[in-house]
């Protein structure tokens, strides 16, 4: 007897749930999983998870960690850091000789690129979850980064 479409579909659903199950109960920051020319990747970002993709380059959520300061010792409300979500080499362009993505001053659309994050030979593009003026590369190009450290500011336009 042989399954159907709908009984694999099912199957995926519930095995993705137990995907993020684990991710949500472990300090785990980053689970990825492979196989049969699929790649789901689920990443934790501030407690909860806030991307998930199907290896085809379609994204829910977006790829970047986003917090709002606002307090009177903190940056303003209309800044926004954008910071890395995972452990890798930052990259400012896309090739050694190549131009930057952005540079400081720069006003910048939704969903344009920002950066690159490099690990295990893996690249993850950053791109904008806002409009705006980018103030701060708080980065320099090839640096190692960290799991949620800071990498730009942009002031919200």
């Known amino acids: 007897m042989s399954k159907s ?3 694999g579909k099912q199957s995926i659903f519930a095995d993705v749930k137990k995907l993020v199950r684990l991710l949500e109960e472990s300090d785990l920051a980053v689970i990825e999983v492979a196989g049969s020319g699929q790649k789901i990747r689920l990443t934790k970002i501030g407690g909860g998870i806030n991307q998930v993709t199907n ?4 994204k829910r959520n977006t790829p970047v960690s986003v917090t709002k300061k606002n307090s009177s010792n903190q940056l303003p409300s ?9 452990v890798g080499y930052f990259y400012t362009a896309p090739a050694p000789n190549a131009e930057p993505f952005v540079n400081v001053g720069d006003l910048i659309h939704q969903g344009q690129i920002l950066g690159i994050i490099e690990a295990m030979r893996l690249k993850t593009e950053l791109k904008s979850d806002f409009a705006g003026r980018l ?22 336009l």
């Open 5 to 7: 479409k709908n009984d």
């Open 55 to 58: 290896g085809k380059g379609t």
């Open 135 to 156: 103030l701060k590369i708080l980065v320099n190009d090839t640096q190692p980064v960290e799991y949620d450290q800071p990498l730009f500011e942009i002031e919200i």
């Open 78 to 86: 209309k800044i926004v850091e954008i910071k890395s979500t995972m």
